[in-house]
């Protein structure tokens, strides 16, 4: 069994996860691989998790 990867501790380490996986989902989205609305929700998701949980957006 593997041990659970740590949570970025920083504020700058989160924005740059934020970033990166935003960057991602977005080239996802030009590519009408999903929408900008899930984009945007993913966004808001992948924020509040960095920051300690999942929201119900």
């Not at 700058?12 to 009408?32: D, G, K, M, Q, V």
């Not at 984009?39 to 998790?49: L, R, S, V, W």
């Amino acid at each position: 069994m593997t041990a659970p990867r740590p949570r970025p501790s920083d504020r700058a380490t989160r924005e740059l996860a934020l970033a990166h996986a935003t960057t991602i989902i977005a080239s996802a989205a030009r590519t009408n691989q999903v929408t900008t609305d899930q984009t945007i929700k993913f966004a808001i998701q992948f924020e509040d998790y960095l920051n300690g949980g999942w929201a119900d957006k």
